[in-house]
């Protein structure tokens, strides 16, 4: 087990000293803004993509948010937009394909297909979606938590990856191990709005609204 959590603490630091030359954190930053609005965020966001994968055709980061980008600006360009659905899924999981180990390829991408799953009618492309975007989401978990790093990555970041995983267990219609994941919640992050919205879920055990679901004080509000 030590040899096991020395790997994954090298392999983690070799990832962010990959990731050195891409300001991936300055391209989520603006990301997110340009959900919110800022075309001018996301432009940005856009071109450093692009050159980073001018520099690399290959680089996973650069890539699997370039496809997020992508995705986004699908949901502004009705025309337009099943070329750029299929063009950043296709990106998402290139990206994956390249560095299926690398949480910060992962994590983006599970994010952005549960995030569309929840908009989607029930469906076959919908439940393929939610088992994609819960496969990232447990990679992620498993690896943290094999490393036991799950205590020491911050209330945002676990709340997140727990909702997530919580959120895509219930939307499967399997709420025993949804709520294996709320009562983790529940247990680690006491009196944060990631507990109000387990304890919402216990009521019913039903998934919960699209507005309890959504990134909690991340991106706009307090970091937690």
Known sequence: MAIVKLAISVLTALALMAQASFDYFG??????????????????????????????????????????????????????????????????????????????????????????????????????????????????????ARAGMLDSIGRHPLGELLQGLSDAYSRQGKPDEAQKYYEMIRAKLPDTEYARRAALWMETRQP??????????????PRY
Do not use: Y
């Open 27 to 144: 391209v989520q930053r603006d990301m997110f803004a340009g959900f919110a609005g800022d075309i001018d965020a996301m432009a940005r966001a856009m071109a450093a993509c692009e050159k980073a994968l001018a520099d690399n055709p290959k680089h996973p980061q650069a890539l699997v948010w370039h496809g997020i980008g992508t995705l986004a600006q699908a949901s502004r360009d009705p025309q337009r937009a099943p070329v750029l659905m299929i063009n950043g899924i296709s990106e998402m999981d290139r990206a994956v394909a390249l560095e299926p180990g690398d949480l910060g390829v992962r994590i983006p991408r599970g994010a952005m297909l549960m995030g569309m799953a929840r908009q989607l009618p029930d469906s076959p492309l919908r439940q393929e979606f939610i088992e994609r975007g819960r496969g990232d989401f447990q990679f992620a978990f498993d690896v943290q």
């Open 208 to 221: 919960l609204p699209l507005a309890q679901t959504a990134c909690v004080g991340c991106h706009t509000g």
